[in-house]
Nanobody, 125 residues
Framework: VQLQASGGGLVQAGGSLRLSCAASGRTFSGYTLAWFRQATGKEREFVAALKSTNSNGFYADSVKGRFTISRDNARSTLYLQMNNLQPEDTAVYYC???????????????????WGQGTLVTVSS
């Protein structure tokens, strides 16, 4: 599957953005999908994941209650609604997918098979 993320930009603290990740190439509905982010000088970190068989998302503690991950299988698109953004949310956000990942590896970047190119989110204070 090929992934392309979009929707990043510059926003003030407290604002909102919605990221999108368009998929092509394989059956979208069978994939576990996730968002990771990487700030300058830091390692890539897990943000949220959504299994193919579960409508409930899994979230990093730092974004729980502010971010919502969702998918539209008919449009082969993954979303990340980000509310109450804070400067520490500034990062390049990546979407990723896996058909075979197990639950215990949801937060592990190397467990995913395909990655989008990333979209930059900048939150000003």
């Amino acid at each position: 599957v090929q992934l392309q993320a979009s929707g990043g930009g510059l926003v003030q603290a407290g604002g909102s953005l919605r990221l999108s990740c368009a998929a092509s190439g394989r059956t979208f509905s069978g994939y576990t999908l996730a968002w990771f982010r990487q700030a300058t000088g830091k390692e890539r970190e897990f943000v949220a994941a959504l299994k193919s068989t579960n409508s409930n998302g899994f979230y990093a503690d730092s974004v729980k209650g502010r971010f919502t991950i969702s998918r539209d299988n008919a449009r082969s698109t993954l979303y990340l609604q980000m509310n109450n953004l804070q400067p520490e949310d500034t990062a390049v956000y990546y979407c990723t997918a896996s058909r075979t990942i197990i639950h215990s590896n949801l937060r592990v970047p190397s467990a995913y098979d395909a990655w989008g190119q990333g979209t930059l989110v900048t939150v000003s204070s």
